[in-house]
Structures are given as structure tokens and as C-alpha cells.
């Protein structure tokens, strides 16, 4: 249906399938089904592996 491309909030990678980033994102309210990837690119704050220990390492 809709293609859904994940990029990294900090340094604009594209993330590829598999791999592994953090999300920051807030308790939902109400519950429910949605799609997960849509969700998390809505209401989250994504951030590569390589971006997130950068900021760690600081």
C-alpha cells in the first residue's frame, strides 16, 4: 500500500530493514490495533544505533 521510510532524527539516514534503532515515543492513551511502522513514524522520535551511542559516549 504505502511505502513507509524510517530516517533517522538526528543525521537523516534512511534506516534499512533489520536493523536496529531507538524509539522515543509516549505511552499511548487509548489501545488498539494500528500498524506498528506507521505508528512509530507518527508519534515517535527515531534515532540510529550509530547516533544514539554517539550521544551515550558525550
Request: net charge positive; proline share 2%; hydrophobic share 35%.
Amino acid at each position: 500500500m504505502f511505502k513507509i521510510t524510517a530516517i533517522c532524527s538526528v543525521c537523516s539516514k534512511k534506516i534499512e530493514a533489520n536493523e536496529e534503532v531507538n524509539v522515543k515515543l509516549r505511552y499511548p492513551v487509548s489501545k488498539g490495533i494500528t500498524e506498528i511502522k506507521a505508528y512509530l513514524q507518527n508519534e515517535g522520535t527515531i534515532t540510529c544505533m550509530d547516533c544514539f551511542n554517539r550521544k551515550d559516549d558525550k
